[in-house]
């Protein structure tokens, strides 16, 4: 893959993976809620979790989608419900020891499964493969994507569960921390909402 190709896709790679996404507000929220340490497994789960849907994708199972469109529809649909579960449960966490309160954010294979059924992470999949990946040389470029994503999206995922972190201390007044978690799913289902009017292209 040529250099500027490279510099391309990572440009156009990490202004993506910073923008406010579910999976951004999801690990804000978590690292206001758990911690940085205890976000890690979460975080990875994002970042390389991504990548490896990249690689799976840009291998050919974007070939089965053009062979079967409904499979999007099912995919999009599904992610938008589960989505808007996930906000629901952002916006009812309660803080750790709080009465009734999640002891564990989530785990690195639970938040890798979350990318499958993601819209915008099959949204950014579907486009990355098709603008960068080429014919000739499928493999290579699949795999150069694949780890370039990885790493791209482990800057995203740390900074946005580091402002979580952050915001820890300023958010442990009482009812700072609800509304911090109501923001970051009101932010999810904004993008569902989205999703909704607009569409999604694939």
């Excluded at 978590?30 to 799976?56: D, E, I, K």
């Amino acid at each position: 893959m040529p250099f500027d190709t490279l510099l391309t896709f990572f440009g156009i790679f990490a202004a993506a993976v910073w923008t406010p996404g579910p999976n951004n507000a999801m690990l804000a929220a978590s690292g206001a809620t758990f911690g940085f340490r205890r976000t890690v497994p979460h975080l990875l789960g994002v970042a390389w979790g991504f990548g490896a849907m990249l690689l799976v994708v840009g291998l050919g199972l974007g070939a089965i989608f053009d062979r079967f469109p409904i499979l999007k529809d099912v995919l999009l649909y599904a992610g938008m419900a589960l989505l808007i579960w996930v906000a629901w449960k952002i916006a009812t966490m309660k803080a750790p020891g709080e009465a009734g309160a999640k002891s564990q954010p989530f785990t690195f294979l639970q938040a890798s499964a979350f990318q499958w059924v993601n819209p915008k992470a099959w949204a950014m999949c579907i486009s990355v493969v098709s603008l960068f990946v080429r014919e000739e040389s499928v493999v290579q470029d699949a795999l150069i994507i694949s780890v370039l994503s990885c790493f791209i999206g482990m800057t995203s995922a740390s900074g946005w569960t580091g402002f979580g972190h952050a915001m820890q201390r300023v958010l442990a007044a009482p009812g700072r921390l609800r509304a911090f978690n109501l923001t970051m799913a009101g932010t999810i289902l904004i993008g569902v909402f989205y999703l909704i009017i607009k569409g999604v292209e694939w």
